[in-house]
């Protein structure tokens, strides 16, 4: 589902390059008013993201440091948390495009070599190798508990199109940045499997629901199978890659928010740029302290683990509604950029919009209250933006 995504977006990609990523996409081939109203659904989503990856640091941090390790921290610091982790994501985004991104990539490769050489000790220590796993045997509510997972699997590849806003800061962008969505996706789609795979047999395929209820089960499973050292560098790892992602959303967002204010579809001074490190400054600061607002809120309102919940719901909603829009958009794009379109281009624009309705139909299988209200959030955003649109698309 995700590579098939990739696919459409990278194709856009080699025909358009822009700050403004899918905003500029579905622009250049709807034209403006539909491409304000995805530029805004993108920065609502994203920066609910960031919440979410900042609320994720605030809970489960020092949850995690109580049960696997002994460390308890006063439940006060949450903020402080929240802050360090979205205002360590402003200074490396503020500090410039390559430094920001050479950051990100280092981190996620040394995340990766290390998650994949732990993962294949416990492969080895396991004892319960099968391919049954890659079967629905072990799926629990069979069609419904497939789409829980199906949700949750895309919102954890969610952030492979965060390349496309860079449209305008990198070499021979239409080409780069095509291939980059496509081995972006391929390599965490193959890293996730090999993942899902080493974490389930090593705790048990028939224990599976024991697995999901567990706070931080992958962290447990090495302290016990493996050695409290190796957990405590993965905790670590866990840690850095909640400051890692928050660098790459923030990149991505600030750039969208920029491009939309050079348009003049937001207020032109979030157009400004740094004048030597070349980055979009007010931007950056305007992602950053929305998204602490929202996390802090929501904290204060309905407590750290609902608030989680909520950002959760509410940016999923937001990425498969931009993902759909994105998806229907190819051929108008072909066709606008002088190119032509034939039933290829068509089918994949529809299989790609009937996997994401899937997915939109699992995000309704666990109602709640902060499930609920992160779809009136999302609904409210929806309105607002289509009222900008309507106002600012003339």
């Not at 098939?4 to 990523?21: D, E, H, T």
């Not at 996620?108 to 319960?128: D, P, R």
């Not at 034939?342 to 994949?348: Q, S």
Request: charged share 10%; aromatic share 12%; net charge positive.
């Amino acid at each position: 589902m995700v590579l098939l995504n990739a696919v459409i977006i990278s194709r856009l990609s080699k025909r358009v390059a822009s700050a403004g990523g899918y905003y500029a996409y579905v622009k250049a081939g709807h034209g403006k008013r539909l491409g304000i109203f995805t530029g805004m659904m993108y920065i609502f989503y994203q920066i609910m993201a960031i919440s979410f990856v900042g609320l994720s640091m605030s809970v489960f941090v020092p949850a995690m440091l109580s049960q696997v390790f002994n460390l308890n921290i006063p439940s006060y610091l949450w903020f402080v948390l929240l802050l360090a982790t979205l205002g360590l994501a402003f200074a490396l985004s503020y500090s410039g495009i390559r430094e920001s991104t050479r950051f990100s990539f280092v981190m996620a490769a040394i995340e990766m070599i290390t998650v994949t050489v732990l993962g294949a000790i416990l492969i080895v220590k396991s004892g319960n190798n099968t391919l049954s796993v890659f079967t629905p045997k072990y799926a629990s509510g069979g069609l419904t508990g497939i789409a829980l997972v199906t949700l949750f699997m895309y919102t954890a590849c969610a952030g492979f199109g965060n390349s496309t806003p860079l449209g305008e800061e990198t070499k021979n962008a239409k080409t780069n940045i095509s291939r980059a969505l496509i081995l972006t996706s391929v390599m965490l789609g193959a890293f996730f499997i090999f993942s899902a795979y080493a974490f389930t047999v090593a705790w048990g395929p028939a224990q599976m629901d024991t697995y999901a209820s567990a706070l931080v089960p992958g962290v447990s499973l090495i302290y016990d199978k493996i050695s409290p050292y190796a957990a405590a560098f993965l905790a670590l790892l866990f840690i850095n890659s909640l400051f890692t992602g928050a660098v790459v959303l923030t990149n991505s967002t600030s750039r969208v928010m920029f491009d939309m204010g050079r348009d003049g579809v937001l207020p032109q001074a979030i157009s400004s740029v740094q004048g030597k490190r070349l980055t979009p400054h007010v931007a950056a600061f305007v992602t950053f302290f929305s998204a602490l607002f929202i996390a802090s809120v929501s904290t204060l309102i309905i407590g750290g683990f609902n608030a989680f919940l909520l950002t959760a719901t509410a940016a999923t909603l937001g990425t498969l509604l931009v993902h759909v829009i994105i998806n229907l958009s190819m051929p108008s794009v072909i066709k606008n950029s002088g190119g032509t379109y034939g039933p290829i281009d068509l089918l994949l624009a529809v299989a790609a919009v009937i996997v994401l309705a899937f997915v939109f139909y699992g995000t309704f299988l666990s109602i709640s209250p902060p499930v609920v209200a992160g779809a009136l959030i999302f609904a409210a955003f929806t309105i607002a933006s289509v009222a900008l649109a309507l106002s600012k698309g003339r």
